[in-house]
């Protein structure tokens, strides 16, 4: 499956950004979707993921209340709503799919990647 990435930007702190993340090909059914970050000098980080049916997400605890994960699978597309953003959110943000019920916060299990979309959050 293909991923494209997209919504990042320049926000202030205290802002709001949507990410997508949209099937590029084949559709999304029977794939769970994560979210991950990358900041400059760090590894890469889960963010979030979901399920390809939608009733199982997961947010990774020290952004939980204020990023959301959701998906419309008629779309193909996965969003990530993130609220209340600060500086230390400023990252490269990925989105990776892989095939299957379960979800896992490492990157590594994840085989398709998105491009990414930068998100800067700064005033």
């Known amino acids: 499956v293909q991923l494209q990435a997209s919504g990042g930007g320049l926000v202030q702190p205290g802002g709001s950004l949507r990410l997508s993340c949209a099937a590029c090909g084949p559709t999304f059914s029977g794939y769970t979707i994560g979210w991950f970050r990358q900041a400059p000098g760090k590894e890469r980080e889960f963010v979030a993921a979901?399920?390809?049916?939608?009733?199982?997400?997961s947010v990774a605890d020290s952004m939980k209340g204020r990023f959301t994960v959701s998906r419309d699978n008629d779309k193909d597309t996965v969003y990530l709503q993130m609220n209340t953003l600060n500086p230390a959110d400023t990252a490269v943000y990925y989105c990776a799919a892989r095939e299957g019920y379960y979800y896992y916060s490492d990157p590594e299990k994840y085989p398709w990647w998105g491009q990414g979309t930068l998100v800067t959050v700064s005033s």
């Open positions: 979901i399920q390809w049916s939608g009733r199982v997400r």
